[in-house]
Nanobody
Framework: QVQLVESGGGLVQPGGSLRLSCAAS????????IVWFRQAPGKEREGVSC????????YYADSVKGRFTISRDNAKNTVYLQMNSLKPEDTAVYYC?????????????WGQGTLVTVSS
């Protein structure tokens, strides 16, 4: 069964850090580009970051550039999103998804999401 599972969300104070994980089962994560999305209440889904299958291309939304870092551990079949200097506006449900390329429209797999709340 093709599946992605996110973890690592939680409550953190402004300026704090969290590391989200996106673990794959049923397929090899390295064969796909992995995208992190987020959706805050009442807002549209926003692409946060993407790492290509070859790791040759990494993209970040302007809103997180310099604060978030995407990486992958092929041995663990897992992609990470390290989030530093968190702001209240980063509060959202974060999802990971697998696509053939970062710009492909079709998705191979989606996760169920993990909630990140940035609040004092």
């Amino acid at each position: 069964q093709v599946q992605l599972v996110e973890s690592g969300g939680g409550l953190v104070q402004p300026g704090g850090s969290l590391r989200l994980s996106c673990a794959a089962s049923g397929f090899t994560l390295d064969d796909y580009a992995i995208v992190w999305f987020r959706q805050a209440p009442g807002k549209e889904r926003e692409g946060v970051s993407c790492i290509s299958s070859s790791d040759s291309s990494i993209y970040y939304a302007d809103s997180v550039k310099g604060r978030f870092t995407i990486s992958r551990d092929n041995a663990k079949n897992t992609v990470y999103l390290q989030m530093n200097s968190l702001k209240p506006e980063d509060t959202a449900v974060y999802y990971c998804a697998a696509k053939v390329t970062c710009w492909a429209k079709a998705f191979h797999a989606w996760g169920q999401g993990t909630l990140v709340t940035v609040s004092s």
